[in-house]
């Protein structure tokens, strides 16, 4: 049998507060022993489970991993306003006039992650 994904793991200075945003992020939770000043949490979520870890150093480059979310019960741009809301930051926009396209965004700590076309978006252009 092959290995699964148990979690996908993020390091960071401060766990708990990054897992809060991503447990708003994916409608998740956090586990019930996390708390402040911990160094890991863990979010999960119908899609992922995240694994936030404390380390020393800080984000110094680009991630060469990062998530890719799809809203489920909104539109990409009303997904990409409520993230904007919640504290991320605006890092490329890649929308096209079209419709077509995702936006690029900076979570609390710097880390990159897109956000793609809702499942309805992609069924009304054809590109599902």
């Known amino acids: 049998m092959a290995s699964l994904v148990r979690h ?3 390091d960071c200075a401060d766990p708990y507060a990054l897992a809060r945003f ?3 992020v994916l409608d998740g939770t956090l586990g019930e022993d996390d708390n402040p000043g911990d160094p890991e949490a863990v979010v999960e979520s ?10 020393p150093e800080g984000k110094t480059a680009k ?5 890719d979310v799809q ?13 904007l809301a919640l504290g991320a930051t605006l890092s490329g ?7 077509k396209g995702w936006a690029t965004l900076l979570d609390l700590e710097g880390n990159e992650f897109c956000v793609e076309r809702s499942a309805a978006e992609r069924i ?5």
């Open 8 to 10: 996908v793991t993020i």
């Open 22 to 24: 991503w447990a708003q």
């Open 46 to 55: 119908a899609g992922a489970s995240l694994l936030f870890i404390r380390v």
């Open 63 to 67: 991630n060469r991993v990062h998530l």
């Open 71 to 83: 809203p489920q019960d909104r539109t990409r741009d009303e997904e990409v306003e409520r993230l």
């Open 93 to 99: 926009d890649h929308r096209t006039p079209d419709g």
């Open 124 to 128: 009304a252009t054809g590109t599902a």
